[in-house]
């Protein structure tokens, strides 16, 4: 299955739906002309916000940490 790849203002998100795992690629910085990117990090749901272009990921499963862009 193919990533779910959002773009935010600071950050390409990659999600791996299967998994339930996502990474970060940062935009506008460079080291060694490569971009940081984060490490896979488990998370518990993700919510896209109708209307707009935001989303929420839900990183716990009580829902008491997130990530929201």
């Known amino acids: 299955m ?4 959002i773009e935010s203002c600071h950050s390409t998100w990659i999600f791996d739906v299967e998994r339930l795992r996502f990474r970060r690629i940062l935009k506008g910085v460079e080291v060694s002309h490569t971009r940081p990117t984060t490490g896979w990090r488990p998370y518990e749901s993700l919510e896209l916000v ?3 272009d935001g989303f929420v990921v839900v990183l716990n499963p009580e829902g008491t940490r997130m990530l929201r862009s």
């Open 2 to 5: 193919e990533p779910l790849v």
């Open 50 to 52: 109708p209307g707009s």
